[in-house]
Structure formats: C-alpha cells, structure tokens
C-alpha cells in the first residue's frame, strides 16, 4: 500500500502552484484528492486518472458557507476527511503608508481568513472520527520580516500562529496540525511577484544557500510526510523548507578561503 492509500484529503488553491503539485503528489501516493480553487485546473485529469474518486470544485475559500458544503459532501460520500491542505493565497504588499486598506483586508481575506475557514470546515469531523492531519502553507515570510511585505507578512504569521493553536487546541483528539514555510518556490505567484524586478530576484537567490529557487514538487514532498503515518508524533511545527534562505548570513569569507 502507498504511504497515502485510503486516505481522502481536501486540498486548497489546488489549481496550480504548490497547490496542484501536493494534489498530484498525494494522489501518487494512493489518496483521492478533492481540489478547490477559484480558477479552473486544466491539470486535473491526470489526477483522475489516477483516482476516480479524486474531483475538482471551484469555489472561494473566503466563502465559509461553501467549503463546509463540499466538507459534507465528502463526508457523505467517503464518511471520512483525512487530510487538510490549505495552499490558498495570493501576494500583494507595500509599507503600510502605501497599501490601502482593501488590498491589506484582500490578502488577510484570502490567506489567513480563508485558511480558518478551511480548518472550520473539516474539523468537526476530525473531532468525531478523533483523527487527521491538517497541513497550512505559510512561509518564510511569516516568521520573518521582508521590507514592503506587511500585509503579506502579517497573513502568514498569523497562518504559523493559527496552526500552532488548533494543534493545541485538538491535540489530544488525534487531530495534528502543521504548517510548511517555503522559501522562494518557482510558481506562477512567483513569478508575477518577482519577475518583474530582477535585481531583487537575483539578490534573493543569492541569499539561498543551495543557490536555486525550489519547485513546488519539494513542498509536495514535504506535504507528503506530514500528512502520513510516519509524521504520527509530530504536531504544532512549522516546517521551514526555503534552500537555507533563513539559516543565516553569507558574507563572501568561505570563497576567500577557497573553500568554493
């Protein structure tokens, strides 16, 4: 048996990026897979190829009304929900003095609100099958600061915080909770954030110490492991996979060393 087989996981913003990538990894790994997002998922066929019980819906995860609705409808149809993988969010920022107050309440809205809304979906059944694991995507940018990123910063802090609270809160019901911090993943969000300023892109990726950016394939990998068995004993962390970007400070002295 795959390391997720028999298992039924609900994954968020699942129509592209690390969403899409956790979705087809899961589903290798024996799961069916539903998928939400807002956007259509072109993809998504070869997820159902692999598990007829998989299925796309789109919807808002702002819209609390909504994912308990299709929360239900997999409770009905499968009697169970297993997994939770929250990769809904969006980027948008600036210094507090430049953003205006629908660009900060959309990025809270979307990233933050609309990962509480997915734990509110799911959890009342994790309560009384008294297990599951719930996964949220953060990132490095929600334990540290970056310079124009208050919004931003302020919604994945606030994910790392939440996470941290439902492992506290439904521990002891076997419901563990934890949350992926990745550093500066090759997405279509990425993209559209970085490509348009390349010296701030190549200073970013001179700050990764295994001087690349990541693929949304790692997360998945790490995704995997936290939503199966062999991460039983472990709940309420924050699981930073960023290439090194927050190890520390690189100044130049190995090279003047001839170490490389």
Request: proline residues 2%.
């Amino acid at each position: 048996m795959t390391k997720l087989g028999q298992k039924i996981a609900i994954i968020t913003g699942a129509a592209s990026g690390i969403g899409l990538a956790c979705a087809k990894r899961f589903s290798q790994e024996g799961a069916a897979v539903i998928g939400i997002d807002l956007q259509d998922c072109d993809d998504w066929q070869a997820i159902t190829a692999g598990n007829p019980a998989s299925r796309f819906q789109r919807a808002d995860v702002t819209d609390g009304a909504a994912l308990k609705a299709i929360a239900d409808s997999v409770v009905k149809d499968s009697g169970t929900i297993d997994i939770l993988l929250t990769a809904a969010g969006i980027g948008d920022g600036g210094p507090v003095n430049m953003l205006d107050e629908a660009a900060w309440d959309r990025v809270i809205d979307i990233n933050l609100k609309g990962t509480y809304l997915s734990i509110k979906a799911v959890i009342d059944q994790m309560i009384t099958q008294r297990s599951g694991s719930i996964i949220t995507i953060a990132s490095v940018e929600g334990i540290n600061g970056t310079e124009g990123g208050s919004a931003y910063n302020a919604s994945k802090g606030g994910v790392v915080l939440l996470s941290k609270n439902v492992a506290i809160d439904y521990g002891r019901l076997g419901i563990r909770c934890n949350t992926i911090c990745p550093g500066f993943i090759e997405t279509p969000l990425f993209d559209n954030l970085l490509d348009a300023m390349p010296d701030f892109k190549a200073d970013i990726k001179k700050q990764i110490k295994l001087g690349r950016f990541g693929r949304a394939e790692e997360i998945a990998g790490a995704a995997s492991f936290l939503a199966s068995d062999d991460a039983s004993y472990m709940t309420g962390q924050s699981l930073v996979v960023d290439g090194g970007y927050t190890t520390g400070h690189s100044h130049g002295i190995v090279e003047l060393m001839g170490l490389v």
